[in-house]
């Protein structure tokens, strides 16, 4: 598809850009031998992780929707593991817990393998919903029964079913757009992800107000409407994407964006919670899985649900 | 003629990968640094999965002469664990049963330390199953500074482990784990053993930081 490969071209010339422009600013701040102030470092990582993330969703996409479903049902397996590792659990959970990463996340990723759609939207919701408290009462250990049950219940939406709408907009069928399904994950991960970096880069160059002082210390309303604003634009621009037109892009990208923004929101007031900077440290520079996916596990769900209401 | 070598080391880097998979241990060097100075590493116990963790976060050649000291009454129990701890995880048994025993601990350690290897040492001498954080120590740990003044005393907090692998589970959970390796602690002149018992237990326990957030809280 050529759409595919200006794609890539494209993200290709993004990341070159920006490590160029690292590359200078490093080179400006240590000139006159001064160590590298440490945002430049978090910069540098961060960029570079970037490019092991374009290059790990770009190999994903040669191999299709199996490529896709495997990469997601990963970053459900390493977003579920970061958030169970801040959770209360006990002796009793064991069995409960494997069965959330043996069971579920597998299951939920193989209903979208096969298409069924009905199973995998009231899988989690429904069964795991009414099955998980159930096995947790029969362990027989009710203490903090309720706060265990609820954040198991959480930890499930949050990391599997929401993360998993990403590869089910490979399910949808959209007249007109047979077999672009890639396209589409492709958008919504580039706008979704383009608003978390330029937030991050208009924050940095103009944020003064804070939007939640108490809970985000980095988030401020100048980020914030800057990179919601300029990634809507980015999205109206990648309208040849989708099945979109340039406003219909813009504005499914900005609620994207708008999501996203809250996922982000409620992903640090749980971190504040639990008393911790990151949820891991497995992408360099930006923390966990979960620091990175957030945004993606509030817009996903919605940007599914939108795109399957009014073009299906 | 010498395949054990060959099978303990591709377990051990096979366990290492594992435990590396499931849990992304990472090690924190908190108050001393990866070296090649012998020593004796003592870490909080829970779970067997405890001292694959700590070996997994040692560097390759450290790891390659560190064994583990355990329970001869449980790894020599059946055959299947008795090869096990024997040829595969290449663990230094010991008796702990003080009537019944028929080798000294003390000897088989020493033993181990004069051919030149570190040790993983559980002074707790069991897996903790209790909702405190860490046992009374036994005093072998202080026996081992006592003896041998020259190995380093490292104290190793292990995170989670008990979570991921608890006593009778046989699947590990995956979860996040960190090891905290401190400051190494030595047996000063004229102290006795109830106090370095007590020394050393102190800096373990200062390694956790769900410890040290209880303390803030008061």
């Known amino acids: ?312 | 003629m010498n395949a054990k070598p060959l099978l303990r080391r591709m377990a051990a880097m096979v366990l290492a990968g594992m435990a590396r998979a499931i849990t992304g241990v990472r090690p924190i060097w908190q108050g001393c640094a990866p070296s090649d100075r012998q020593r004796i590493y003592f870490a909080n116990h829970a779970s067997h999965g405890d001292f694959i963790l700590l070996s997994a976060c040692l560097p390759p050649q450290e790891r390659e002469r560190t064994r583990a000291v355990a329970g001869a009454d449980y790894w020599r129990k059946n055959k299947i664990r008795h090869v096990l701890a024997r040829d595969v995880l290449n663990t230094v048994l010991v008796e702990r049963n003080w009537v019944e025993r028929r080798e000294d601990p003390m000897v088989i350690m020493l033993d181990a330390l004069n051919d030149g290897h570190s040790l993983i040492i559980f002074p707790e001498g069991t897996r903790n199953m209790t909702e405190q954080p860490l046992l009374r120590f036994r005093s072998g740990i202080y026996n081992l500074a006592f003896a041998r003044p020259d190995v380093e005393l490292v104290p190793c907090w292990i995170e989670n482990m008990s979570r991921v692998l608890p006593k009778g589970a046989f699947l590990p959970v995956p979860l996040l784990c960190r090891v905290v390796f401190g400051a190494p602690v030595a047996l000063e002149s004229g102290e006795d053993r109830h106090a370095f018992l007590h020394r050393s237990q102190q800096a373990l326990l200062d390694l956790d930081p769900e410890h040290q957030r209880a303390l803030d809280r008061g």
């Open chain 1, 1 to 312: 598809m050529a759409e595919t490969i200006w794609l890539f071209l494209g993200l290709l010339a993004v990341l070159t850009v920006a490590s160029t422009i690292a590359t200078v600013l490093n080179w400006k701040s240590t000139r006159k031998g001064d160590a590298l102030p440490s945002t430049l470092v978090n910069l540098n990582s961060r960029i570079k992780a970037w490019w092991i993330m374009v290059a790990a969703i770009s190999i994903a996409f040669l191999f299709g929707k199996g490529g896709v479903i495997l990469l997601f049902a990963f970053v459900s397996f390493a977003a579920l593991r970061e958030y169970v590792t801040l959770t209360h659990t006990r002796r009793g959970d064991h069995w409960i817990l494997l069965g959330m990463f043996l069971v579920i996340i597998p299951v939920q990723y193989y209903l979208l393998w096969i298409d069924w759609y009905g199973l995998f939207a009231i899988f989690v919701p429904v069964y795991c919903f009414l099955a998980m408290p159930a096995l947790t009462a029969i362990s027989g250990d009710t203490a903090r029964f309720l706060e265990r049950v609820s954040e198991q219940q959480w930890g499930i939406m949050l990391s599997v079913y929401c993360i998993s709408h990403v590869p089910a907009l490979l399910t949808l069928a959209i007249p007109g757009f047979a077999g672009k399904g890639l396209l589409l994950i492709a958008f919504l991960i580039a706008t979704v992800q383009g608003s978390d970096v330029l937030q991050y880069v208009f924050g940095k160059l103009f944020g003064k107000h804070k939007v939640a002082p108490k809970i985000s210390p980095s988030k401020t309303w100048e980020g914030l409407i800057g990179g919601i604003i300029s990634a809507s634009l980015l999205g109206a621009v990648l309208f040849w994407l989708t099945p979109f037109t340039p406003l219909q892009a813009g504005l499914m990208a900005a609620l994207s964006c708008v999501m996203g923004f809250f996922g982000g929101l409620v992903a640090s007031a749980i971190k504040r919670d639990r008393g911790v900077k990151d949820w891991g440290h497995m992408i360099e520079g930006h923390g966990g899985m979960l620091d990175r996916a957030d945004s993606l596990v509030f817009a996903a769900p919605i940007f599914f649900h939108m795109v399957r209401y009014f073009w299906t």
